[in-house]
């Protein structure tokens, strides 16, 4: 009996314990805190959703994949601006966006703000370029904004992925709240981020020190919760199939045959999509080998329609 009682005293200690690090406050700042020369913010449908413009010519938006902001795009962007009006934006719950509890998370709810921001800052004949849970929001967007969308850049698009592990949606208090600080905390964020590049090296403090400003914002942390909990794991072969506009598919080649029939079937099902794969990369293309992706996206983006 002491034996036990001793066992539940440890695990009632640890619960505790628990419960403080998941929601022990620490020191978060306004968004406009951290926002940069190029940055605006707007309200859409009450939200207010941080974007950052550069460059001169034809709108280009960028559209980051899950956990990202606009700093996902830092490396690409210098080489599309001498080209294009380059609009990056930070979707609800990340970067320096609003981050509220009671808001839906879900892509199609996503695709509506990128819509609601091409549509305020009246763009029109847009190119539309989004990675990972990012390309499946833009193709979502191209359907809900017909005859505005001209082209889409598809890197990694998530169509295929089901979104975060199972297990979430099944946690207990105080475990749902304690992921979602660890998805915030440097050690989380450089593994998460060193398993999706092929040169690891790439993963620096000064990346990871960009990529955490997030959740030195109001609300982070309950955002990632609510986004974990409510998360409705779907698949979106739809999303895919409904593209109409011209397409450009862009994967990185790392030596997966286990990526060869995502690859193709994400070919198959954006019908007459171009195909570019980018030798010895990882899953952040943009990042990881920014000239090569640029080169591949100006090439599409500059060609003669059909």
């Known amino acids: 009996m002491k034996a036990l009682r001793n066992t539940l005293i440890i695990l009632a200690l640890l619960y505790a314990a628990l419960i403080v690090y998941?929601?022990?406050?620490?020191?978060?700042?306004?968004?406009?805190?951290?926002?940069?020369?190029n940055s605006h913010f707007?309200?859409?449908?009450?939200?207010?959703?941080?974007?950052?413009?550069?460059?001169?010519?034809?709108?280009?938006?960028?559209?980051?994949?899950?956990?990202g902001s606009t700093v996902a795009w830092d490396k690409l962007i210098p080489y599309l601006v001498p080209h294009y009006t380059v609009y990056a934006l930070d979707l609800l719950g990340f970067g320096l966006?609003?981050?509220?509890?009671?808001?839906?998370?879900?892509?199609?709810?996503?695709?509506?703000?990128?819509?609601?921001?091409?549509n305020a800052l009246k763009l029109d004949k847009v190119s539309l370029v989004g990675h990972s849970m990012g390309g499946v929001i833009v193709a979502d967007a191209a359907r809900k904004l017909p005859g505005k969308i001209s082209r889409l850049v598809?890197?990694?698009?998530?169509?295929?992925?089901?979104?975060?592990?199972?297990?979430?949606?099944?946690?207990?208090?105080?475990?749902?709240?304690?992921?979602?600080?660890?998805?915030?905390s440097r050690a989380g964020r450089e593994k998460s981020l060193a398993a999706s590049y092929y040169d690891r090296s790439l993963v620096t403090p000064e990346m990871l020190d960009a990529m955490l400003i997030a959740r030195n914002t109001p609300g982070a942390v309950a955002a990632m919760e609510a986004m974990s909990s409510?998360?409705?794991?779907e698949t979106y072969e739809d999303s895919a199939r409904s593209v109409s506009v011209p397409s450009l598919l862009i994967w990185g080649e790392r030596g997966e045959k286990t990526r060869t029939a995502e690859i193709e079937r994400s070919r198959r099902d954006v019908k007459g999509s171009q195909l570019v794969m980018v030798e010895h990369c990882g899953h952040y293309v943009q990042d990881e080998k920014p000239a090569q992706a640029a080169q591949a996206i100006l090439a599409f983006l500059q060609a003669p329609t059909s």
């Open 22 to 37: 998941a929601y022990l406050p620490y020191p978060v700042s306004a968004p406009e805190t951290f926002a940069g020369k």
């Open 42 to 67: 707007i309200s859409l449908d009450g939200r207010t959703i941080h974007y950052t413009v550069q460059g001169s010519g034809p709108a280009v938006v960028l559209v980051h994949g899950f956990g």
């Open 97 to 118: 966006s609003d981050k509220p509890v009671d808001a839906s998370y879900t892509l199609p709810a996503q695709a509506d703000i990128v819509c609601a921001l091409i």
């Open 154 to 184: 598809l890197i990694e698009p998530g169509f295929y992925f089901t979104g975060p592990p199972a297990f979430l949606k099944y946690l207990f208090f105080p475990f749902d709240r304690a992921m979602a600080k660890m998805f915030y």
């Open 230 to 233: 409510n998360h409705t794991y």
